[in-house]
């Protein structure tokens, strides 16, 4: 897959030399004045496909999205990206007990208050004695943990400050009609 990328604003007027015209899968662009080269994007670019800048400031990105309204890319969307630190760590709770395992307050609806009835022998007559008898459940699934029970669970926590700075990315899809050239 073809791709042109540039990062020196004299490659942004001169143009992706190395890449022919409808050459490119992607164009990215990380340029101060990434306007500049939306025309050459659009030349090495094959129709529909994809070019994304990257600007540290909106108003490059709200110039950069009006060259490309203007040279025919549609689907024009800008996102902030913002670096976001996140502090992870291994918590160990205890399990509640919110009346599955049978103790006052009654039990929840479901399979397990079922099963519990037929293994105590509280099921109806005819239910037993229609039903040939069958082997124990397993009561606790190597997956499940049971109130009361401690479990591990990674916890992630988003830190308040925001070390870095913002920056905006642009994306376009070229049109499959040619850039205008006036």
């Not at 490659?11 to 990434?34: H, N, Q």
């Not at 913002?166 to 205008?180: C, K, V």
Request: net charge neutral.
């Amino acid at each position: 897959a073809a791709e042109a990328s540039t990062s020196a604003a004299s490659e942004a007027s001169a143009g992706f030399a190395p890449v022919g015209d409808g050459e490119a899968d992607a164009v990215f662009l990380d340029l101060p004045e990434p306007w500049l080269a939306v025309r050459h994007a659009a030349r090495v670019l094959k129709p529909s496909r994809k070019v994304c800048s990257y600007s540290p400031c909106i108003e490059q990105s709200i110039k950069t999205a009006s060259a490309l309204r203007a040279g025919g890319f549609h689907t024009i969307r800008t996102m902030e990206a913002r670096l976001k630190t996140y502090d992870v760590q291994r918590q160990t709770y205890t399990v509640p007990d919110f009346g599955t395992s049978g103790g006052e307050g009654g039990e929840l609806s479901g399979g397990a208050a079922k099963r519990r009835r037929a293994d105590d022998g509280a099921a109806s007559s005819s239910a037993a004695a229609s039903s040939p008898p069958t082997a124990a459940p397993n009561p606790v699934p190597p997956a499940e943990v049971m109130p009361g029970q401690d479990d591990d669970w990674l916890m992630a926590k988003a830190n308040p400050m925001m070390r870095g700075h913002t920056a905006y990315l642009t994306f376009a899809t070229r049109s499959t009609r040619p850039y205008p050239t006036a």
